[in-house]
Nanobody, 120 residues
């Protein structure tokens, strides 16, 4: 059974930083594009960032460009999301997701999410 487990969420003041991690049981991990999404209460799920299998290509949602950085360590089966200059509107449950590189139509596997709360 595939598992994606996020960690690193918490409560932080506006302007602060957090680093989220997502460890995946995918084999091989390097065959999967990875993404981060978030969902705030009463809002639709929002794309945050994505990274290609080798890490050469990264993509960001407009609301986080210049503040968040996605990266991965294929040896550790882990994808990271470094979040800087956090704002109260970044408050949400953050989830990682995976899709095989040969089928980019949708993300197949999802984690349970980790809560990020940014206080003003």
């Amino acid at each position: 059974q595939v598992q994606l487990v996020e960690s690193g969420g918490g409560l932080v003041q506006a302007g602060g930083s957090l680093r989220l991690s997502c460890v995946a049981s995918l084999r091989p991990f390097s065959n999967y594009d990875m993404g981060w999404f978030r969902q705030a209460p009463g809002k639709e799920r929002e794309f945050v960032a994505a990274i290609s299998i080798g890490g050469a290509n990264t993509y960001y949602g407009d609301s986080v460009k210049g503040r968040f950085t996605i990266s991965r360590d294929n040896d550790k089966n882990t994808v990271y999301l470094q979040m800087n200059s956090l704002k109260p509107e970044d408050t949400a449950v953050y989830s990682c997701a995976a899709r095989p590189f040969y089928d980019s139509s949708q993300y197949r596997y999802w984690g349970q999410g980790t809560q990020v709360t940014v206080s003003s």
